[in-house]
């Protein structure tokens, strides 16, 4: 899909450096990482991260994984990119480390007699295919016109999810290596479903920072 001709906010941060994905203690710092890495794996750059400097960022992704830039937006807000691309990533991480697993939890939140959050009659998509899109974002392959679907999309696996049998929490083990404030509030998946829900339709708006 062709690139949004709607601008965005600055990366706020050189190629060089924003190429290494390198933490930093400073919060503004760490949030330029964030935004900047966000929006490059969305295809866009600006005056300092240029076309180039996205495609370099992207194709490292492809190679090696999300995970290489994912870490860089675990303390952004739930209604920024990095953060909307955060909570993302957790429900990738949580599909692939066990996919029987959660895919039986959607089918049982497929038979609940109300899904928080969805009108009957619920019509949703297979989860393996709402996987697979938002696999396509965290390779860079899809752009920021696709974002909106996709967080809506998300939102809605995360609500039938939440009617499984086993209950509204996502991760309940503090030693689980996805454990995080995202994962293990009282009813996270209900609460990152919300958070998802105002991201897509920020994004949709072009708002989405």
């Known amino acids: ?11 706020m941060l050189d190629a060089a ?69 955060w909570r993302l990533y957790l429900l990738h991480e949580w599909y692939h480390r066990d996919p029987g697993l959660v895919e039986s939890r959607y089918a049982q939140g497929l038979r609940a007699p109300i899904i928080q959050g969805l009108e009957a009659p619920v019509q949703v998509r297979p989860l393996r295919a709402v996987m697979q899109e938002v696999d396509a974002l965290l390779r860079g392959d899809l752009t920021d016109d696709d974002l909106d679907g996709v967080l809506a999309q998300a939102s809605r696996a995360m609500r039938v999810l939440a009617a499984g049998e086993s209950g509204p929490l996502w991760i309940e083990d503090p030693t689980d290596p996805l454990a995080h404030r995202v994962t293990m509030r009282t009813s996270a998946l209900l609460a990152t479903a919300d958070e998802l829900d105002l991201a897509a339709r920020e994004a949709a708006f072009g708002t989405l920072d």
């Open 17 to 85: 450096r924003a190429e290494t994905i390198v933490g930093d203690e400073d919060p503004a710092a760490s949030a330029a990482v964030a935004h900047t890495a966000a929006w490059a794996l969305m295809g866009v750059g600006d005056e300092s991260f240029t076309d180039a400097d996205v495609a370099r960022l992207r194709d490292t992704v492809r190679s090696v994984g999300v995970d290489v830039i994912a870490h860089a937006w675990s303390r952004s807000p739930e209604f920024t990119l990095p953060g909307a691309l």
């Open 1 to 11: 899909m062709a690139q949004s001709n709607t601008p965005r906010r600055p990366a």
